[in-house]
């Protein structure tokens, strides 16, 4: 019998001390570099953006891959690549953490679209905001000294 999996993974993390460095018109080569690494781990990404300070993507893993492992690997890698092409000369490197919030099928368009509308969402609602709710709405208690 053959396995069968379908699990979608909404992914935020941020820049570390949420400093501004993912600027917009560098952010789509960044983007692209990610989706590589989606790949190679033979995971496939519906959509990635976000803002200044932070990211979101939509993903389904491999059935191999953990999802702790693939944030440390895409941590890791990126913030080296940022680096070595010196594409954000702001970039501090990666908040410590993230969330993870597993999504229904029946989610993955409302999802979808969400990340895709990051840049407008943000002119009303600050990542910390945007953050705790979403922490509310998966109801994952939290301890306000660690969103600092």
Do not use: C
């Amino acid at each position: 019998m053959s396995s069968y999996v379908q699990t979608y993974y909404h992914i935020v993390y941020s820049t570390k001390n949420r400093i501004p460095a993912l600027v917009a018109d560098q952010r789509p080569e960044l983007f692209r570099y990610m989706w590589g690494i989606l790949k190679n781990k033979k995971s496939h990404l519906y959509r990635l953006n976000g803002t200044e300070d932070h990211l979101h993507m939509l993903t389904s893993l491999h059935p191999t891959v953990a999802l702790a492992d693939l944030i440390r690997d895409m941590k890791t890698s990126s913030a080296a690549w940022i680096k070595k092409e010196k594409i954000f000369p702001d970039f501090p490197g990666w908040q410590v953490g993230y969330g993870g919030f597993t999504k229904s099928h029946a989610d993955k368009d409302k999802v979808t679209h969400y990340i895709m509308r990051q840049e407008e969402h943000h002119r009303k609602v600050s990542f910390i905001d945007e953050f705790k709710q979403l922490l509310a709405e998966e109801g994952i208690e939290f301890d306000e000294r660690f969103l600092k």
